[in-house]
């Protein structure tokens, strides 16, 4: 109030992403220091990625300065990437499993979009066989008050970038899982083989699936670096 002494006495700034050109330069200096090679079109791919949000955009330059050794390649930075989700797997899977139905419904869809410009728009909630607009205001109020979602001048997004992808590789994973168990399904069905070799089947499948979803996260070597 103005009887404070320090009423007014700062003033608001925001903070503006940095400048693709300036960023790339800034990466692409300290990246030759080291004998690294990182190209426009890569640093590129990196920033419109993440928008530009330096914490992200930094957090993978970092993973690459310190495990590239020549060039880096689009291999290179997809390790990176998943390597970071690898780091934040429990936290997500807590976070994820905590969430009612509703709230897990909401969060997946606005992750598959990217951005959702208007959350309540008919065509988004059929689209994604949401509830209806009451059901998505109260896990949307709720998904934003735990900074699991947020507001931009442009539309709703995942707060956490990194989060946001790790939903869509889980969402990925689930419909490539579901098409291959049903696609291994009807063939045994269409064999006429028992049921009980189809039971055992269907469990080495899915034992399998886990494993190479766990495989697929952890990448070893230069990426597994604290």
């Known amino acids: 109030?103005?009887?404070?002494?320090?009423?007014?006495?700062?003033?608001?700034?925001?903070?503006?992403?940095?400048?693709?050109?300036?960023?790339?330069?800034?990466?692409?200096?300290?990246?030759?220091?080291?004998?690294?090679?990182?190209?426009?079109?890569?640093?590129?791919?990196?920033?419109?990625?993440?928008?530009?949000?330096?914490?992200?955009?930094?957090?993978?330059?970092?993973?690459?300065?310190?495990?590239?050794?020549?060039?880096?390649?689009?291999?290179?930075v997809h390790k990176a990437i998943v390597h970071i989700m690898q780091r934040e797997q429990e936290l997500f899977q807590t976070t994820y499993d905590k969430l009612t139905d509703n709230q897990a419904a909401l969060l997946v869809a606005i992750a598959k979009e990217g951005i959702v410009p208007a959350i309540n728009a008919g065509e988004f909630i059929r689209k994604y066989n949401l509830k209806g607009t009451s059901s998505v205001n109260k896990a949307l109020e709720y998904l934003i008050n735990k900074e699991l979602a947020y507001q931009t001048s442009q539309g709703y997004i995942i707060y956490n970038r990194f989060f946001g992808l790790w939903l869509k590789e889980l969402i990925n994973w689930q419909i490539k899982s579901r098409s291959v168990s049903v696609a291994i399904l009807h063939y045994y069905i269409k064999k006429r083989v028992d049921w009980y070799r189809l039971f055992f089947v269907c469990i080495a499948f899915f034992v399998v699936s886990a494993s190479d979803l766990q495989a697929d996260a952890g990448e070893e070597g230069a990426w597994g670096g604290g």
Request: glycine share 2%; aromatic share 20%.
């Open 1 to 76: 109030s103005a009887s404070r002494p320090f009423f007014r006495s700062t003033e608001k700034m925001h903070l503006y992403p940095i400048p693709e050109s300036k960023y790339y330069e800034f990466a692409a200096y300290w990246m030759q220091k080291k004998q690294i090679e990182l190209s426009q079109e890569l640093f590129h791919d990196i920033y419109q990625q993440f928008d530009g949000h330096t914490w992200y955009v930094q957090y993978v330059l970092n993973l690459l300065y310190g495990a590239v050794t020549t060039t880096v390649t689009k291999e290179d």
